[in-house]
């Protein structure tokens, strides 16, 4: 067993309460390898924003969940060399069973998320407050799910949204003991989010999505007031970046986000934690696509991996600053 204190690690309980007092939210980050750690950590150092580093259970299985420990203890490492120790979080994403919540915990884990949203509502609150009772012993911070997102969440997908249900959000909070709470309110996972059939142009002519479904986070919010609220499926997907993906031989279609005003908007309100995975993803792919494109001779990958990294770094200090709001908070 290895706490997630020896690693300098925090849980998420208060940050989440800053953020709540603070109408910011927490940027949660996916990674899997070293360059977007080191991007995540850099931006946020500068910055001076709290972090969520996220791991799904595909992330654990390519990196290692070993390695992945190392990585964290390092990361807050780099950050005091960097000059400034923000509070990091270890936070497993879309945990599917209590074994996968437990083996995180005991490998370094300070937060981990039980999704059983794909579930019947009293299985849902059996699993999570499952993990829950475990989780709590050791100060590890839960995240549960109610509401299913369009899209795919490792090899579930659904074909529509199931919004959340206002009127369970209390039941479910109280009966698992959760400490925060996703929910469904029109974002997606991926760079598909919507089609563009589903959207208006405006006068600029650029596409703009169905606005998400505020009345129910307001509602949610009234049933359980003060309580952190989470964001999955929340990239914007850069349009500059989807052009260059493809300006260099890359074949992404239809690729629409979340119109980062929509989330600047839920920053404020008692949504805590805002996830972003695909945005990464595509920064990343566009600066590899171009240094292929243009430069095919080089083939040290550093000379790729650097500039994506660079790019990275970039995305997430815009995210922190001009989106989330969380710079300047840790
Ligand atoms: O919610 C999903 C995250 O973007 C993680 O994706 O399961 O492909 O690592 P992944
Ligand atoms: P995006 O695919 O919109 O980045 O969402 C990531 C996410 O919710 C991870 O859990
Ligand atoms: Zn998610």
Excluded: W
């Excluded at 909070?173 to 989010?193: C, E």
Aim: glycine share 8%; with cysteine.
């Amino acid at each position: 067993m290895v706490s997630y204190k020896d690693l300098g690690l925090v849980n998420s309980k208060e940050i989440f309460a800053k953020a709540f007092k603070g109408k910011y939210a927490i940027p949660a980050f996916n990674f899997n390898n070293m360059e977007q750690l080191q991007a995540i950590i850099a931006a946020c150092v500068e910055k001076k924003s709290p972090v969520i580093l996220q791991v799904s259970s595909g992330a654990r299985k390519y990196a290692n969940q070993t390695l992945l420990r190392y990585m964290a203890q390092g990361a807050v490492e780099y950050a005091k060399e960097l000059g400034y120790p923000i509070p990091i979080v270890l936070h497993l994403d879309h945990g599917d069973t209590f074994e996968l919540c437990k083996s995180c915990i005991e490998f370094g884990f300070s937060s981990v998320m039980i999704d059983g949203s794909h579930h019947p509502y009293d299985k849902n609150v059996e699993e999570t407050a499952k993990v829950v009772e475990y989780a709590h012993k050791y100060d590890v911070t839960v995240e549960g799910e109610l509401g299913v997102l369009a899209g795919i969440e490792d090899d579930v997908k659904a074909e529509t949204h199931t919004y959340t249900e206002p009127s369970q959000v209390e039941d479910f909070v109280k009966k698992t003991g959760v400490d925060s709470l996703a929910i469904s309110i029109g974002t997606s996972h991926g760079a598909n989010k919507f089609k563009p059939d589903q959207c208006t142009r405006n006068a600029q002519g650029i596409l703009v999505p169905p606005p998400l479904r505020f009345d129910i986070l307001e509602e949610v919010e009234k049933r359980i007031p003060g309580f952190p609220i989470v964001l999955h499926g929340a990239s914007s997907v850069p349009q500059d970046k989807v052009a260059t993906i493809n300006q260099f031989g890359g074949a992404l279609k239809d690729a629409i986000g979340i119109p980062e005003d929509q989330l600047r908007k839920a920053a404020a309100s008692a949504v805590c934690k805002i996830n972003i995975d695909s945005d990464g993803r595509l920064a990343m792919t566009a600066a590899v696509r171009e240094v292929f494109a243009t430069k095919p001779g080089e083939f040290d990958p550093r000379k790729y991996l650097g500039p994506a990294r660079d790019s990275l770094k970039e995305l997430y200090m815009h995210k922190v600053t001009d989106v989330l709001g969380s710079a300047g908070q840790a």
